[in-house]
Each structure stands twice: as C-alpha cells, then as structure tokens.
Nanobody, 124 residues
Framework: QVQLEESGGGLVQAGGSLRLSCATS????????MGWFRQAPGKEREFVAT????????DYADSVKGRFAISRDNGKNTVYLQMNSLKPEDTAVYYC?????????????????WGQGTQVTVSS
C-alpha cells in the first residue's frame, strides 16, 4: 500500500521560507515521479512543481519559478519543496503526489497517489 505523508507546513510571514517534506512508503520510490500541488480556499487545486525519478528533471508553475525548489532523496524515500520569498497568495494546503511513471507531469489527473496535505499560511 502506497502512503504519502507531508510535513513542514506552518505559519510564516511574507518574505519568509519553509521547507515541506513528503515521506513515502509502500514501493520503490526511486522509480516514480513526484509532484507538489496546492489548493487555496475557494479555489481549484493547482500544480506547483514536479520532479522526475532521478531528480534531474524538474518543472514549476510560473507563479513559483525562482522562489520554490523541488528535490528528492531517493535514499530516504522523500521529496522536498523549499519555498523562499513566500507571499500571502502562497497560502494553501500543499499536497504531494506520486505518479506510476518515471516522468513528471503538471497535471494532477496523471498522479495516482496523494498525501493528506499540510497547511501553509503566509501572513502579510
């Protein structure tokens, strides 16, 4: 059974930083692409970042490029999202997700497993 568990969310002031972690279990983590998505109140879920199975290929939403960085540690079965220069509009529940393929994707529909999410709140 594949399980994903996010951690690292919290309350931070605008301009601050947070690092989210997503620990996975249940299968060989290094074979599969991972992604981060977020959902703000009253809004649809949106893509944030994705990373291929080896960690060398990444893609980001335009709204977070240059501020966020996705990475993974295949030895620890964990994917990270480093978030810098946070803005109030980054406030959302952040979810990690895992695909059944080695290549990343910007579409949430192409992910097969999801965590329960972690709240990130950025105050102005």
């Amino acid at each position: 059974q594949v399980q994903l568990e996010e951690s690292g969310g919290g309350l931070v002031q605008a301009g601050g930083s947070l690092r989210l972690s997503c620990a996975t279990s249940g299968r060989t983590f290094s074979r599969y692409a991972m992604g981060w998505f977020r959902q703000a109140p009253g809004k649809e879920r949106e893509f944030v970042a994705t990373v291929g199975r080896l960690g060398s290929r990444t893609d980001y939403a335009d709204s977070v490029k240059g501020r966020f960085a996705i990475s993974r540690d295949n030895g620890k079965n964990t994917v990270y999202l480093q978030m810098n220069s946070l803005k109030p509009e980054d406030t959302a529940v952040y979810y990690c997700a895992e695909r059944d393929t080695p290549l990343g994707s910007t579409s949430g529909k192409e992910y097969d497993y999801w965590g329960q999410g972690t709240q990130v709140t950025v105050s102005s």
